[in-house]
C-alpha cells in the first residue's frame, strides 16, 4: 500500500542540528512499539538492502541498544543507543554513537529527542538530533544520513500498513 506520508529533514551545521519530521497513518500506539521493541525496529531501523540485527536492548532509563547495520555482504557496522529519558507514547531521549563489534563506542555520538503526538489516527515523530562535532555531523552527511534515514522511515510506513 502506497502511503502519502513524507519525511523532512532540516540540516543546520552551524548548530549541529538535524530535525526530522514525519506523519505515519497508524495510530500511536503501533508506532510507539515499533520505535520501542527490538523485534520490530529490526524489520524497519536499516535502509534496503540493509538489515538491522539487534544484539540486546533494554528499553528503559539507563538502559541500552547494541546493534548492527549489516550489508548484504554481512559487513556489520554497530552503535549503540543509551536511553536517557522515557515518558511512555510521548517521548524518548537517547544517546547515539557508532561503535566496535565489543560495544566500544567511537565518540563523538549525538543525542536524539524523539517525540511522538496522535492526531484523527495520523501519528506525528518528530525527532531532534544534536550532534557532539561538526565532524561526526558531517559525516553522518557523507555517509548518506539523510536518504538512508527516509528510506528506513519508509519502510517502517510499510510495516505499520501490514495487517497485525
Do not use: C
Given at each position: 500500500?502506497?502511503?502519502?506520508?513524507?519525511?523532512?529533514?532540516?540540516?543546520?551545521?552551524?548548530?549541529?542540528?538535524?530535525?526530522?519530521?514525519?506523519e505515519?497513518?497508524?495510530?500511536?500506539?503501533?508506532?510507539w512499539?515499533?520505535?520501542?521493541?527490538?523485534?520490530?525496529?529490526?524489520?524497519?531501523?536499516?535502509?534496503?538492502?540493509?538489515?538491522?540485527?539487534?544484539?540486546?536492548?533494554?528499553?528503559?532509563?539507563?538502559?541500552?541498544?547494541?546493534?548492527?547495520?549489516?550489508?548484504?555482504e554481512?559487513?556489520?557496522?554497530?552503535?549503540?543507543?543509551?536511553?536517557?529519558?522515557i515518558?511512555?507514547?510521548?517521548?524518548?531521549?537517547?544517546?547515539?554513537?557508532?561503535?566496535d563489534?565489543?560495544?566500544?563506542?567511537?565518540?563523538?555520538?549525538?543525542?536524539?529527542?524523539?517525540n511522538?503526538?496522535?492526531q484523527?489516527?495520523?501519528?506525528?515523530?518528530f525527532?531532534?538530533?544534536?550532534?557532539?562535532?561538526?565532524?561526526?555531523?558531517?559525516?553522518?552527511?557523507?555517509?548518506g544520513?539523510?536518504?538512508?534515514?527516509?528510506?528506513?522511515?519508509?519502510?517502517?510506513d510499510?510495516?505499520?500498513?501490514?495487517?497485525?
Amino acid at each position: 500500500m502506497e502511503s502519502n506520508s513524507k519525511t523532512e529533514f532540516v540540516m543546520d551545521l552551524q548548530n549541529k542540528k538535524v530535525t526530522i519530521t514525519r506523519e505515519f497513518d497508524a495510530p500511536l500506539e503501533n508506532v510507539w512499539r515499533a520505535w520501542t521493541e527490538s523485534g520490530l525496529l529490526d524489520q524497519w531501523w536499516a535502509p534496503k538492502p540493509f538489515s538491522s540485527k539487534t544484539k540486546f536492548m533494554d528499553f528503559k532509563v539507563g538502559g541500552r541498544r547494541f546493534y548492527a547495520m549489516v550489508s548484504p555482504e554481512g559487513q556489520e557496522h554497530w552503535s549503540v543507543q543509551k536511553y536517557t529519558s522515557i515518558s511512555p507514547k510521548t517521548n524518548f531521549k537517547m544517546y547515539n554513537s557508532f561503535a566496535d563489534k565489543d560495544e566500544n563506542p567511537q565518540l563523538p555520538g549525538s543525542d536524539w529527542d524523539v517525540n511522538f503526538s496522535e492526531q484523527n489516527g495520523t501519528t506525528k515523530v518528530f525527532i531532534i538530533i544534536i550532534n557532539e562535532s561538526l565532524d561526526r555531523m558531517k559525516k553522518m552527511i557523507e555517509m548518506g544520513f539523510e536518504a538512508g534515514f527516509t528510506s528506513a522511515l519508509g519502510n517502517l510506513d510499510e510495516l505499520l500498513q501490514q495487517p497485525e
